[in-house]
Nanobody, 115 residues
Framework: QVQVVESGGGLVQPGGSLRLSCAAS????????MGWYRRAPGKERELVAGITSGGTTNYANSVKGRFTISRDNAKNTVNLQMNSLKPEDTGVYYCYIEMRFYKYWGQGTQVTVSS
């Protein structure tokens, strides 16, 4: 069994920063890609950022230059540093890890950007 747990969401003013963290535990074996999706109100879920086991990153165009993803392979954790937040970044953020081409998901953490 695999558990994926996110933390770090909350309410922040436009222009502010938040750091999301995600930890995987349980039957962990050869973790591949890790990353974050989000679902904004009334919209489809979208990929925010991903990182391979080798450290290659990719970002949604809307967050490039503002968000930074990082991972610690020894601890099976992945973080998302979010700066210069905008109201349109509001949504539920979901962490995932890939093992054997299967995605394991966290329960989601709410991020609200509002004045």
């Amino acid at each position: 069994q695999v558990q994926v747990v996110e933390s770090g969401g909350g309410l922040v003013q436009p222009g502010g920063s938040l750091r999301l963290s995600c930890a995987a535990s349980g039957s962990i074996f050869r973790v591949g890609a890790m990353g974050w999706y989000r679902r904004a109100p009334g919209k489809e879920r979208e990929l925010v950022a991903g990182i391979t086991s080798g450290g290659t990153t990719n970002y949604a165009n809307s967050v490039k230059g503002r968000f930074t993803i990082s991972r610690d392979n020894a601890k099976n954790t992945v973080n998302l540093q979010m700066n210069s937040l905008k109201p349109e970044d509001t949504g539920v953020y979901y962490c995932y890890i890939e093992m054997r081409f299967y995605k394991y998901w966290g329960q989601g953490t709410q991020v609200t950007v509002s004045s």
